[in-house]
């Protein structure tokens, strides 16, 4: 099976989320592991079970480490190598810059149909505003709280005597759930090639006179006018018998080849037929891709296939 994705969870509570996705992630096909459970609370109940069940647990506590408790808690995701951060019933506001490190691969749940109820009291603002549903909503998480996008929803319907206790319980039982179930596809959503090839294209359209192109029967982006434009990335996908999608683009040489091939041999590699002209691959459909460092090389690899006059402007506007 493909590597999994490492996630951290965040608490601040009993952690009955935390413990739906733990036992999820225990099927042989689940595509995410649990690396590591953290919170605000040192004492929170989640911790102790997540222990028990020989995670990594860490036990951070916000009140007393002050400003340094988001910069300890970087740390310690980074050097558990962490792709996906789910916050599992955790009660802090999270500092802007912390959101930004980990946008688009942080998640929440949330007990209510989003955009309805946002924030405390879900259950009992539903049900004192008649609505014969609620439930529960996995989304992105962005500086404005409950408001990123929405990954998944599931409906739980409000009987007539329902207090907010009970209609909270019943929906906690759909929450474990929804999340497993979201998670999972999360994390598998970036190793589908499609998703990939989506998100180089997003990369390379972004780049001035980019035009779309198959390479070989592969998708590929081309740069310059249609007499004299060249190919500045191409993806590689499976046809020529590797494992891996990946894209290719143009490096500065063999020696450069080599050396980033000996440094990185999980990152990157040297493609048939296409490595004698110094493109190099760059896999994709792994976890914890870095995604600024692949627009990197593309603006790069655009750079050296570039016309004259479309280079110089790139320089000029960088000078700016
Ligand atoms: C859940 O209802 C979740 O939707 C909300 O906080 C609660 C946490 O419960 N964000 P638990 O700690 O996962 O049991």
């Not at 225990?26 to 028990?52: F, I, K, T």
């Not at 596809?185 to 294209?201: A, K, L, N």
Request: net charge negative; hydrophobic share 40%.
């Amino acid at each position: 099976m493909a590597e999994r994705a490492r996630v951290a969870i965040l608490i601040s509570g009993r952690g009955s989320n935390m413990a739906a996705l733990l036992y999820a992630s225990r099927a042989d096909d689940c595509p995410y592991e649990v690396a590591l459970v953290s919170g605000d609370r040192p004492n929170a109940p989640g911790l102790d079970l997540a222990e028990a069940e020989g995670i990594s647990i860490l036990r951070l506590d916000s009140k007393k480490s002050g400003s340094s408790y988001w910069n300890e808690l970087q740390t310690s995701l980074e050097k558990a190598s962490i792709d996906v951060v789910a916050l599992a019933g955790f009660m802090r506001i999270i500092p802007a810059d912390f959101v930004e490190r980990w946008a688009g691969r942080m998640i929440n749940i949330h007990p209510s149909l989003l955009p309805k109820y946002r924030g405390l009291h879900t259950h009992q603002s539903a049900i004192d505003n008649r609505d014969s549903v609620t439930g529960a909503t996995v989304h992105l998480v962005t500086s404005e709280v409950d408001s990123g996008a929405i990954l998944s929803q599931v409906e739980v319907a409000i009987l007539p005597d329902d207090t907010a206790e009970a209609l909270a319980s019943r929906v906690l039982i759909a929450e474990h759930q929804l999340y497993a179930r979201t998670l999972s596809q999360f994390v598998s959503r970036e190793r589908d090639p499609d998703w990939i090839v989506e998100r180089v294209g997003q990369i390379a359209f972004a780049l001035p006179e980019t035009r779309f192109k198959t390479s070989h029967g592969a998708p590929g982006w081309k740069v310059g006018s249609p007499s004299s434009d060249k190919f500045f990335a191409i993806m590689w996908m499976k046809h020529h018998g590797e494992e891996s999608v990946a894209v290719l683009v143009k490096c500065g040489g063999q020696d450069e080849m080599a050396t980033l091939i000996e440094a990185d041999p999980a990152q990157y590699f040297r493609p048939q037929y296409y490595g004698p002209s110094d493109w190099i691959g760059i896999r994709l459909d792994r976890p914890g891709v870095d995604w600024d460092h692949v627009a990197e090389w593309l603006q790069r690899s655009w750079q050296i296939s570039a016309p004259a006059r479309l280079t110089k402007l790139m320089t000029i506007a960088e000078e700016f």
